[in-house]
Every structure is written in C-alpha cells, then in structure tokens.
C-alpha cells in the first residue's frame, strides 16, 4: 500500500485549524522510517503556539506547565510524563525508547534524564497560556469555577498526534500540555501505552479528548485490536460514538486510514 502520514491538531481544535495542519504536511521533510515522519510532524505542530502541546502547552493550577508525549514503533514504546522546560517533548520520549532502559519516565526524573542528553532549558509558556491562568485565578476568585471549568476546556486547542505508515511499517506520536484545567502531576491517556496511543503490525491508533475516560476504555489498544475485523470507520466510530465526553481518534491500517472525533477536531492526511 501506499505510504501514508495523518495528524491531528486535538479533540476541539477547530476545523480551520485544517488548512495550517495541511501545510505542515506539505513542508514535511518525508525522509525516514514511520517514526522518523510521525515524530517530526509532532515536533512542528509543538513548535507551533496554537496547539496544545510543546510551545502553547496549557497550564497547571498552579501555574506551571507540565507535558506530556509517547511514540510507538516496532522499535517499541517510549513515554514522558509530567516533563518541564523542554521544547520538544516528544523527542525525549522517542529517546527514552531509544536510548534507556525504560519505557516512561515521569517528572524530575524525565527532565534529568532530557538535560543529560543535552535538551536545552526551554519555557514553553505563551501569552495565551498566561491568559488561561488569569482567568482561572479571577474564577477561583470569583467562586465560579465549574462554568470556567467547562468553557475553558471548550476554548482550548488540543494535543497533536500522528500515525503513519511507510514502507508497511506502522508508527505513532503524540504530544499534549493535558486537559485543562488540572492539578500538577496529573497524567492522562497520551502517554500510557494502550490508552492514548498504540501501534502494532497491523496499524497505529492515536487518540485524544478527555483523558481520564479514554485511559479507563484502553481505547487505542481496543481499537487495535478490532483491525481487519471490519472497516475501519466503523471500529473507530463505534468505539467513540459510546463516549459522553470529547473524543478522537487517528488510525491507520495496511489499507485504510481513519479521522473521527465526536467534536472538531482539525486534522490533515498526505499520501507519500
Ligand atoms: N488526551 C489529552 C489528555 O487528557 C488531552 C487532549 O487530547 O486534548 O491529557
């Protein structure tokens, strides 16, 4: 089958968010394996302040940003949970992969592990993000925070992933701030194995939306696991149709490609 990469700019990022997605495509160095092209799309919707996930991570509670990223080849998984001061997340996580022991590293324990391998002090923070703590602080203030809760996590363009497939060979990448708001220290589905993101010999599943409930649905593994039982559309559109909260999903397959969320999500394919 045809070399294929799809992305996508999170669970609520709007349908006009398409066109810069496509562009990133189109200025994609397609040189490399699968993961080679699923990390590097990642690393350029990080690197841009829209999406919610490297430089435009949103914030903590308290202020602080914390990230998170996975990637899943059949060189295995890597992940990075609750990472600060690193411009690419994503990268330590494949590095993880590639270069340690261990398949997730959290916290402290992750920015040492990036700082030995020479990742550069980075702040990710944005005026956007800045703007997001105010409102929150003015909301806590006021004693209005549940309405805040829901419209900020309504306004906030969301994690990025990839699946790609080159050479019949699978990969996925993703990378996320998290779902705000949340507390410091809390982990969502995108860099558990299984959850977020899963990848395999018969394809690559990316997920994001509200973390806690795709965490506790295994939903990309789940998803997996349904490939070449019937089309793909309709693995992925039943698993999330069952869904309350905000859902999507990237997948792709030996022969097919999937893009369904059960809100916006903006997303871009290119066929190589
Ligand atoms: N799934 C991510 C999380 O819960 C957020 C997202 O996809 O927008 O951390």
Redesign the pocket.
């Known amino acids: 089958m045809k070399n294929q990469i799809v992305i996508h700019g999170?669970?609520n990022s709007p349908s006009t968010l398409n066109e810069k997605l496509q562009k990133i495509l189109d200025n994609l160095d397609v040189n490399g394996s699968s993961l080679d092209l699923a990390v590097k799309s990642v690393v350029m919707m990080e690197d841009d302040p829209t999406f919610?996930a490297g430089t435009g991570s949103v914030p903590r509670i308290d202020g602080s940003i914390q990230m998170?990223a996975a990637v899943m080849s059949d060189s295995g998984f890597g992940s990075v949970m609750c990472i600060e001061n690193v411009k690419h997340p994503v990268m330590v996580a494949r590095d993880v992969m590639e270069k340690s022991p261990h398949i997730m590293l959290a916290g402290e324990g992750a920015v040492e592990f990036a700082r030995k391998l020479e990742y550069e002090y980075y702040n990710p923070e944005t005026e956007k993000s800045r703007e997001m703590m105010d409102k929150l602080k003015a909301s806590i203030k006021n004693n209005t925070l549940p309405e805040k809760f829901k419209f900020m996590v309504k306004s906030s363009s969301?994690?990025v992933g990839a699946v790609a497939r080159i050479d019949d060979k699978f990969a996925a990448a993703v990378s996320?701030g998290?779902?705000f708001p949340m507390l410091r220290g809390r982990v969502?589905?995108?860099p558990v194995i299984g959850a977020?993101i899963y990848q395999g010999e018969k394809g690559a599943v990316v997920?994001?939306?509200?973390?806690e409930d795709?965490a506790k649905d295994l939903l990309s593994f789940r998803i997996y696991q349904q490939i070449g039982t019937d089309d793909l559309n309709e693995i992925v559109k039943k698993e999330i149709d069952k869904f309350k909260v905000s859902v999507g999903i990237i997948a792709i397959s030996d022969n097919e490609y999937s893009v369904y969320a059960n809100t916006d999500m903006a997303h871009a394919e290119r066929e190589l």
């Open positions: 999170g669970a919610n998170d969301d994690t996320t998290g779902a969502g589905d995108s977020g997920a994001t939306g509200i973390g795709i």
